[in-house]
């Protein structure tokens, strides 16, 4: 009876074939995926390409004063890191929205420093910078901060990432490099 099911099982998904809207469009349809046409969940990669390249997203509303910091492919942010991060990310040729909206399981909005487009994966990853973590109060804020992100179904190594800094051990472009190579949004060595 086992030998049987596993046989019906493998001849079945055989036949399956991934769900993606987007390769399912064809000329009778608009030559862009409406959302209607995605699971809860699933990404519409071209979607967030285009917002994302026209600047269609909620940015951090939190001291908008404190983004002085020009990047190399202008946008303004907030710290000396963020500003290497940013650099870094758009040298690489890597699509990414800086200090953008995310909603968590809880309801709450936070604002992820990165979030960047996995383009062989089709999925997201958001990533953090903890730059004062010679700040108590901070360090254990950022700790429930990615609680939530656990909560929420993002997965620590997978999903989301994060680099920390103190006044000892600032960040470096070694640190940033590292943590985009086992991301897997680089995968040859810089």
């Known amino acids: 009876m086992l030998k049987k099911n596993i046989r019906a099982l493998r001849s079945a998904l055989r036949q399956l074939t991934a769900y993606d809207p987007a390769c399912m469009i064809h000329s009778s349809f608009p030559t862009k995926a409406p959302d ?4 809860p969940g699933q990404l519409n990669v071209q979607k967030w390409v285009d917002d994302t390249l026209a600047g269609n997203f909620q940015l951090n509303p939190y001291k908008p004063e404190q983004r002085k910091i020009p990047t190399a492919d202008g946008h303004l942010t907030r ?3 963020e500003e290497l991060w940013c650099d ?3 040298a690489e040729s890597l699509l990414y929205r800086y200090d953008s909206d995310f909603r968590l399981a ?3 909005t936070v604002y992820p420093d990165f979030t960047v487009l996995h383009q062989r994966e089709r999925r997201l990853i958001r990533i953090e910078h903890f730059g004062l973590m010679d700040d108590p109060k901070y360090a254990i804020d950022q ?3 990615l609680e939530e992100y656990a909560q929420s179904g993002l997965l620590p190594g997978r999903d989301l990432f994060f680099t920390v800094e103190t006044k000892d051990r600032p ?5 940033i490099y590292e943590v985009l ?5 680089l995968t040859t060595t810089a």
């Open 143 to 145: 700790l429930y901060k």
């Open 36 to 39: 209607a046409y995605f699971l």
């Open 88 to 90: 870094i990310l758009a």
């Open 106 to 108: 809880s309801g709450r």
């Open 79 to 81: 710290s000396k890191s």
């Open 181 to 185: 190579y086992r991301s897997g949004l």
């Open 171 to 175: 960040l470096t472009r070694d640190r």
